[in-house]
């Protein structure tokens, strides 16, 4: 009798991942084991998925070094979900002659999440819901956004989307990145500034741009210095885009009036991480991508692919 194909998806938090669609013809071929966990630990990951041939994994909540590839060797194929991964070691893969084939992507859920943020920092939401369930009422004063300014780190797909948004708040909406110009900022309905101003100027301050080796750390103690005592700050693209320890020093001390966060730069976020228990911090579980319809695409396309690779 052929021994099945093992399959294993990781780090399905919801437990969701089989609930997408029918898998009864894979199952047919193939053995899955779906983990709801999370192994940090090299060791401890190496010893659950030597097994597997095949490997989805979601996002880059499981990073597939050199140093895990190169141990599992029954590994063919990793399926990641989006069309980017930089917690993949691309070069390692090819090496040892795995296959990484990614999903479609719908990026919808980000800016929207962000919007939530925003929204939810500006009027207190948080705290003022919980001062109802604890029998309280009005303590805060919420910020209107109309005449407010919002400035956007990255005018990319997510942050264009962004600039739609504060437009229809009617709010006065400035960006920079290191490649954008005036008539690209200007399409989006956007002003152009120096990364300086923007800082020094907005009122909210959100952060949408790619992590790679040149924009790691891009916004740092300097930039955060820079910024209102009233102002927001909103990071939900990927946590080492911001110097962790400058953003916490800013917060401790109150230098802004507070930080909208989905990202880290270690995820999960420890149990005793001050981003938990900063009372000036909304954080979120990096649930940007978290929606139903992305996560249909995702399962859709993560069970395309073992279909075509194991019909060969």
């Known amino acids: 009798m052929k021994t099945k194909v093992q399959i294993a998806i990781l780090d399905d938090y919801q437990n969701v991942a089989l609930t997408y669609g029918a898998w009864s013809e894979i199952e047919e071929l193939a053995e899955i084991t779906v983990f709801n966990d999370h192994l940090s630990g090299t060791g401890e990951l190496v010893e659950r998925l030597k097994p597997f041939q095949i490997i989805a994994v979601m996002r880059e909540r499981t990073p597939m070094t050199r140093e895990i590839l190169s141990q599992l060797t029954n590994l063919k194929l990793i399926i990641s979900t989006g ?3 930089a917690s993949i070691d691309m070069k390692a893969a090819e090496e040892f002659g795995i296959t990484v084939s990614p999903t479609r992507y719908i990026s919808n859920g980000a800016p929207e999440l962000t919007w939530a943020l925003l929204m ?17 009422w ?3 004063i919420g910020v209107d956004l109309k005449g407010k300014t919002i400035g956007i780190v990255g005018l990319g797909n997510i942050g264009s ?15 920079w990145s290191e490649n954008l110009t005036e008539e690209k900022a200007s399409a989006q309905g956007a002003r152009l500034v120096s990364k300086e101003e923007l ?13 790679s080796s040149r924009s790691k750390d891009i916004i740092g103690g300097k930039e955060l210095d820079l910024m209102k005592p009233s102002a927001f700050f909103i990071n939900t693209s990927r946590g080492p885009l911001v110097n962790e320890k400058a953003l916490i020093e800013v917060l401790k001390k109150k230098k802004i009036a507070g930080a909208g966060l989905d990202v880290y730069d270690l995820e999960p976020l420890p149990s ?11 954080a979120t579980p990096h649930i940007g991508y978290v929606t139903e319809n992305t996560y249909e695409v995702f399962y859709e396309d993560i069970k395309r692919n073992i279909e075509t690779w194991l019909g060969g």
Request: glycine share 4%; hydrophobic share 45%.
């Open 199 to 211: 800082f020094f100027t907005a009122d909210f301050v959100t952060v949408h741009l790619i992590l």
């Open 83 to 85: 069309q980017r991964n």
């Open 138 to 140: 009005q303590t805060e």
């Open 161 to 175: 989307a962004i600039a739609r948004y504060a437009k229809a708040f009617e709010m006065d909406v400035i960006a």
């Open 120 to 136: 939810a920092l500006s009027k207190h939401l948080v705290r003022e819901s919980e001062n109802v369930r604890t029998g309280g």
């Open 272 to 282: 005793q991480h001050p981003f938990r228990t900063l009372p000036n911090v909304l």
